[in-house]
């Protein structure tokens, strides 16, 4: 079925952590096409929340951009890896600890 998710045999994550014991097919090491062409359209500007960041390339980019950049993940070992690669490609996005899930408000 379109949309469905991918079907990985008979394993299937118990939590977010779960995610990121591999990497996840989704996670290419750079921002994905669709988020690139949305910014070189000129639709990314202003504050930028990344919801599900994941290791965070859509933030990064962001962020690179000089705009104000947010990412949350579930995952505590993403954002690890989103902390990682901000320090090293010297760039400046905040990355808050929201893997135990408690937030003040969520929609």
Known sequence: MAGSPPNHGSWAPKGPEDLY????PWD???PQPAFLALTDGGAVRGRVLDVGCGTGEHALMSA???LDATGVDLASAALHAATEKARDRGRKVSL???STGSVDVTT
Request: charged content about 15%; proline content about 23%.
């Open 21 to 24: 014991t591999s990497p996840p």
């Open 28 to 30: 290419i090491g750079r």
């Open 96 to 98: 808050p600890d929201t």
């Open 64 to 66: 690179g951009l000089g």
